[in-house]
């Protein structure tokens, strides 16, 4: 069993930067592939990024390659997710997930635990 807690959403100007956290509770926590999904108003939630157990391995939606990075420190129990330039288009509230899935996902279904959320506004 994982419970996780994000924080560190906000108001920000288009072209800033934010940093969002999530703490995980549970010793297992570096066994989980973690992800960071969002949901906008009226739309379905999307994937945003995924980091393997180890950190060594990550992937990314395209709409946020280049601009967000996704980081783990297992010593902390944390995953972050740093997140440059940004777009009034990635408003919405930002939901980390961890799976026991031995590989990195993309799929919401396949994500077994869910955090609250945090959200993010990005004014033009």
């Known amino acids: 069993q994982v419970q996780l807690v994000e924080s560190g959403g906000g108001l920000v100007q288009a072209g800033g930067s934010l940093r969002l956290s999530c703490a995980a509770s549970g010793r297992t926590f570096s066994s989980y592939v973690m992800g960071w999904f969002r949901q906008a108003p009226g739309k379905e939630r999307e994937f945003v990024a995924a980091?393997?157990?180890?950190?060594?391995?990550?992937v990314y939606a395209d709409s946020v390659k280049g601009r967000f990075t996704i980081s783990r420190d297992n010593a902390k129990n944390t995953v972050y997710l740093q997140m440059n330039s940004l777009k009034p288009e990635d408003t919405a509230v930002y939901y980390c997930a961890a799976t026991s899935a031995p590989t990195l996902r993309v799929r919401r279904a396949e994500y077994h635990y869910w955090g609250q959320g945090t959200q993010v506004t990005v004014s033009s």
């Open positions: 980091i393997s157990w180890s950190g060594s391995s990550t």
